[in-house]
């Protein structure tokens, strides 16, 4: 069972990124999945998740209305369109399977990729 | 939106200490409460899912309890690979949210 997180780099403030996780190892289709950030030297943040079959979505108060959370489940992929970036989006952003088809815990994680938001 | 808080922030240990570190939730979560740990740069491990069931391959010096708004994660006898830091999850509900973290550290 593997996450692999891509798509993250530099960008400045007001910016987009579209950051990618390819899962493998699983039914990708029988999960929700997650996005989960850590700013530099700060504890974890949940960002967004989303079902399994794709038809709910949910979103933290900070990137309402900004990020979007999607998936291709022919692909076993997960994304995270990110607009309007601000300072405070810089941070690890980790992709994380949850152990069942809506909201539960975490129990495999990718390796995180980087977002970083500065002029 | 629910509110984890833990306690203690930090916590110095020495090896074959017992360690308790609590989680309190702003509103019932009911047993929907996991535990992890993270080691400086990884991603942070599941220990504990639904309160008190332990995952797959973590050492049974591990274990949690609690349900409704208290929780607490013990380590029976630390041991030097323990040493990180720790949070505590709900997922009774989206939005999900963690606890700020518990540092362990070496006494």
């Known amino acids: 069972v593997h996450l692999l997180e891509s798509g993250g780099g530099l960008v400045q403030p007001g910016g987009s990124l579209r950051l990618s996780c390819a899962a493998s190892?699983?039914?990708?289709?029988?999960?929700?999945m997650s996005w989960v950030r850590q700013a530099p030297g700060k504890g974890l943040e949940w960002v967004s998740g989303?079902?399994?079959?794709?038809?709910?979505?949910y979103y933290a108060d900070s990137v309402q209305g900004r990020f979007t959370i999607s998936r291709d489940n022919s692909k076993n992929t997960l994304y995270l369109q990110m607009n309007s970036l601000r300072a405070e989006d810089t941070a690890l952003y980790y992709c994380?399977?949850?152990?069942?088809?809506?909201?539960?815990?975490?129990?495999?994680w990718g390796q995180g990729t980087m977002v970083t938001v500065s002029s | 939106d629910i509110q984890m808080t833990q306690s203690p922030s930090t916590l110095s240990a020495s090896v074959g200490d017992r360690v308790t570190i609590t989680c309190r939730a702003s509103q019932s979560v009911s047993g929907w409460l996991a535990w992890y740990q993270q080691k400086p740069g990884r991603a942070p491990k599941l220990l504990i899912y639904?309160?008190?069931n332990l995952q797959s391959g973590v050492p049974s010096r591990f274990s949690g309890s609690g349900s409704g708004t208290e929780f607490t994660l013990t380590i029976s006898s630390l041991q030097p690979d323990d040493f990180a830091t720790y949070y505590c999850q709900q997922y009774n509900s989206y939005l999900l949210t963690f606890g700020g973290g518990t540092k362990v550290e070496i006494k």
């Open positions: 994380a399977k949850e152990m069942g088809i809506t909201y539960d815990a975490f129990d495999i």
């Open positions: 639904t309160a008190s």
């Open positions: 989303i079902t399994g079959n794709g038809g709910s979505t």
């Open positions: 190892g699983f039914i990708f289709t029988t999960y929700a």
